[in-house]
């Protein structure tokens, strides 16, 4: 395995680098570039994107990198194409327009913290980049242009001189005129002029070296260009020239050849578009089909677009003639390619002919579009060919990308929850690609209810008639989640989970599963799909996947067994789509949309070409299938309050579950023969022992092993954090006791690849302050693990917006205080608070009894602490600390 360093965006505006294992082989150049970045990087973010913009080209890094090297070179290019840039000095003040900003973000690759990527970030670094350029000018005492050669050596300032083209509409036969021009440099505070480079002649008439300096940037040109040395050896480039379109081309073709020598171009903007060209444009969508699916046959027209304007295969022909290289059609030039021309001409004649016969499925219009499927021999990717959906199918795209578009549908029956109107939303839209049979990939972010929303779904469609089950496959700590939510808001849905926690006797189930169409949802782990049989031949609704990036890896066993499962449609849910590995996400929707994004072999042939165009069209083939809400999303904000508490409920493993029983039953032995103040000892005493052990055994048996498989609360610890680590957030972990800080910290730093933070009783005061400083500065510190008692009161821990209670103190008051830490003054972000509860434990019970204001009130539990469970009868207090599997 080899390392390739990628860029990460953290909330609150900052990059970080951090190094991610690929399997393809680093060449020194780029681990020399790498290593180095890296270096830069941990010194000043500002300077170090600079010397990225500075860097060399022809190294291509990761997508992420790129993406920052893209925008930082949009800086440099512009600081050394800054007239007069001796005299401005520190004043420099680069300028970036809203179409940049917005052409950039279009070609953002995915990437960690994408979501924090937006135009105030980017506004906001290209200030510090300014303001960095502007300190570096001026504490260097020598020239601006030492100092940029100091960052790179064969860079070319920009010159005095201009190079000017336009359009000589008086003449057919020279339909371009040039011109060269400089600016004058005067002592005074007068504007420079710019002036034909004709009178240089005269003005450094008595001055070799002045001359030689003036046309320093035209010599550097020459190194590369042909035609500027003919025209500096003939002394042309010091008159007004008339040009054919061949000549006029040329120009065109090497003007990135004279930006970096330092000239300053002047062209018509018709060539700045590039988008200009002759294609052939095949139209989709028109009437609907008669059947849905990805499979759906849509009829489809074809055209030739000249710059978007149709226009008849005799005038293509008639171009075609042209041997210039630019001809001039309907007011408008276009660039001549014969070889590409009679090759989109041949496509749009046998295009012509099958428009009666053929037609497209939805499928091979997204693998036309996205550049995988060729049509008629051409290729999207060749950019000979572009695809226009017809008012059926844009109307159905937009309604997929708008959900608020989309008609509502009802939750359906005994459905026991009001849904919040993105969630609504959510539903909708799950509904309409039902509808259309499209898969779909629910992605909202964590704390948004994509369980409520599958549940609202799947409680529609029984409502509409469904009767065939379908298929949820959870990580294993998720499935009492699943349980608890499904009886909360759908208890008439009828589940079966095929797993041996719930049903013992799994294995010996054989392999007809028609019993399995009398439930509604039948819910198992990723594991256990590829090893029983019956679940593998059933023929399934909708097969669910919840965290759905277990599939990412596309070799895997569990992934080829999860894609081989029958069903009429599926659904993919996480909460990170995608970060860096586009494999990742061919994987994802290789499973909701089979064959959407060609084969693996196709899309990464597809992929390479990314690093010249931008992901725009990868991201407009897969946002139709796609629905991902943030949190800080305007549409979503508004409805959320700005505390989500979530319970999170864990499984005790099995040897929890040996231990818990072995203590009830030692309990129930020793309790009978004791009473008094003995009594409530022992009780409190067993009190502390259970919660040691729904936390992990390690700390019960107090042998240091901390293993993730022996504990559930571990389990659900790492699948929040990996989601936590993946939007490069921060949380803080409240626990009652200090012995359980230094596992919870290995186990952590292990999830986030970094350490974190711990402060219990033993901390002193002093460096209390400095681990609160630390955690609050924008460094990427990601965890702060804190007891209770030490942390839970006077510390403002605002960088957190996560909070996890990771056992319970059952007094709301007291878990209150602690989780304010975060949701307090200061606080801009929505905090999203996980309160942790083992299964059919004591912690279940004594929850279930909070909820309940009959039964105990939470006034009691406030005053009492928990010395009301020591006040309860025998068979009560047992009865509270039975196992109930």
Not at 169 to 176: D, L, V
Not at 498 to 526: M, R
Not at 696 to 719: I, R, V
Request: proline residues 3%; aromatic residues 10%.
């Amino acid at each position: 395995m080899y390392s390739e360093l990628v860029a990460v965006i953290i909330s609150g505006g900052s990059i970080e680098l951090e190094w991610v294992s690929v399997d393809n082989k680093i060449d020194k150049n780029k681990k020399k570039l790498q290593q180095q970045i890296f270096k830069n990087f941990q010194k000043n973010v500002a300077l170090a994107l600079i010397l990225l913009g500075f860097s060399e080209k022809n190294i291509y890094l990761s997508p992420s990198l790129e993406f920052w090297r893209s925008f930082s070179l949009s800086f440099t290019k512009k600081l050394v194409q800054t007239p007069n840039l001796e005299e401005i000095r520190e004043n420099l003040k680069i300028e970036i327009s809203q179409q940049e900003i917005q052409n950039l973000l279009a070609k953002s690759p995915f990437m960690t913290g994408l979501e924090y990527l937006d135009e105030d970030l980017l506004r906001f670094l290209w200030s510090r980049l300014n303001k960095q350029i502007n300190k570096e000018i001026k504490e260097h005492k020598g020239s601006v242009e030492e100092l940029i050669k100091s960052y790179k050596p064969n860079i070319n300032l920009l010159g005095r001189v201009y190079f000017h083209l336009v359009e000589n509409k008086n003449s057919q036969e020279y339909p371009f005129a040039f011109l060269a021009t400089y600016s004058t440099n005067f002592a005074t505070k007068e504007e420079s002029k710019h002036l034909p480079l004709k009178f240089a002649l005269e003005e450094y008439a008595k001055s070799d070296s002045d001359m030689l300096e003036l046309l320093t940037t035209i010599e550097s040109a020459t190194q590369k260009s042909k035609l500027i040395m003919d025209l500096l050896e003939s002394g042309e480039i010091f008159h007004p020239l008339a040009w054919k379109a061949n000549e006029a081309l040329t120009f065109l073709k090497e003007i990135t050849i004279y930006e970096e020598s330092g000239i300053l171009c002047r062209i018509p903007n018709w060539w700045k578009g590039k988008a200009a060209g002759i294609k052939v444009n095949i139209s989709v969508g028109d009437p609907p089909p008669r059947c849905v699916g990805m499979e759906s046959l849509l009829k489809f027209n074809a055209q030739l677009l000249l710059n978007g304007e149709e226009i008849t295969e005799e005038e293509a022909r008639k171009i075609l003639e042209e041997a210039q290289g630019l001809a001039y059609l309907k007011g408008k030039w276009v660039e001549v390619n014969p070889e590409k021309l009679q090759q989109i001409l041949l496509a749009f004649e046998q295009a012509q002919q099958s428009i009666k016969d053929d037609n497209l499925s939805i499928k091979d219009v997204m693998q036309i579009q996205l550049g995988t499927k060729k049509f008629m021999g051409v290729s999207s990717e060749d950019d000979l060919l572009t695809i226009s959906n017809g008012k059926w199918l844009q109307s159905t795209i937009a309604k997929l990308q708008k959900p608020k578009l989309i008609k509502g549908v009802k939750p359906g029956r005994n459905f026991k929850a009001k849904l919040r109107s993105y969630q609504q939303d959510g539903l909708n839209w799950l509904n309409f690609l039902h509808i259309l049979q499209f898969g779909a990939c629910l992605a909202d972010d964590m704390g948004l209810g994509k369980t409520i929303q599958i549940i609202a779904f799947i409680n529609s469609l029984k409502s509409k008639g469904n009767k065939t089950a379908h298929l949820l496959v959870v990580p294993a700590s998720l499935i009492s989640n699943w349980q608890n939510e499904i009886d909360r808001f759908a208890p008439s849905l009828k589940y079966f989970i095929a797993h041996s926690s719930s049903n013992p006797n799994i294995k010996k189930i054989n392999k007809d599963s028609c019993f399995l169409n009398g439930y509604d949802l039948v819910i198992t782990t990723y594991a256990l799909v590829q090893r029983y049989e019956w679940l593998q031949s059933h023929k399934w609704k909708y097969i669910i996947l919840d965290e759905a990036q277990a599939i990412k890896n596309p070799g895997t066993k569990q992934t080829r067994a999860i894609k081989k499962l029958k069903c009429f449609n599926r659904i993919a849910l996480t909460g990170t789509p995608i970060e860096n590995k586009l494999g990742d996400l061919w994987s994802l929707y290789d499973f909701i949309n089979p064959g959407l994004l060609g084969s693996i072999s196709e899309f990464n042939q597809f992929t390479n070409t990314l690093k010249n165009e931008g992901y725009t069209r990868l991201k407009n083939i897969i946002s139709p299938y796609l629905l991902r809400r943030l949190k800080t999303d305007k549409t979503v904000i508004d409805d959320l309050p700005d505390k989500i508490e979530m319970k999170v409920y864990a499984s005790l493993s099995k040897k929890q579950i040996l231990l818990y029983q072995q203590l009830v039953d030692n309990l129930e032995q020793t309790i009978k023969n004791t009473d008094g103040i003995q009594r409530k000892g022992l009780v409190l005493g067993s009190l502390i022992k259970f919660k040691q052990i729904c936390n992990h055994p390690g700390q019960y048996l107090d042998n240091g092993e901390f293993l993730e498989k022996d504990s559930g609360k571990f389990s659900q610890l790492n699948e929040i954090c990996q989601t936590i680590l993946s939007k490069r957030e921060k949380v803080l972990i409240f626990t009652q006791f200090k012995e359980i800080t230094s596992g919870l910290n290995s186990f952590l730093s292990s999830v986030f690849g970094r350490e974190g933070l711990v402060l219990h009783g033993s901390i002193s005061v002093k460096k209390r302050k400095s681990l609160v400083e630390r955690f609050q500065s924008s460094e990427y510190t990601p965890y702060f693990i804190l007891s209770v008692k030490a942390g839970g009161v006077g510390l403002n821990l605002t960088a957190a917006n996560h909070v996890i209670h990771f056992d319970r103190w059952w007094n709301p008051a007291v878990e209150n205080q602690a989780t304010d830490r975060v949701f307090r003054i200061g606080q801009k972000k929505k905090v999203i608070v996980h309160k942790f509860i083992t299964k059919g434990t004591i912690e279940e019970k004594i929850d279930a009894m909070l909820e309940d204001k009959l039964s105990l009130s939470r006034k009691i539990i406030g005053t009492s602490g928990e010395n009301w469970i020591t006040k309860m009868n025998d068979q009560e207090m047992l009865d509270l600390f039975k196992l109930q599997l």
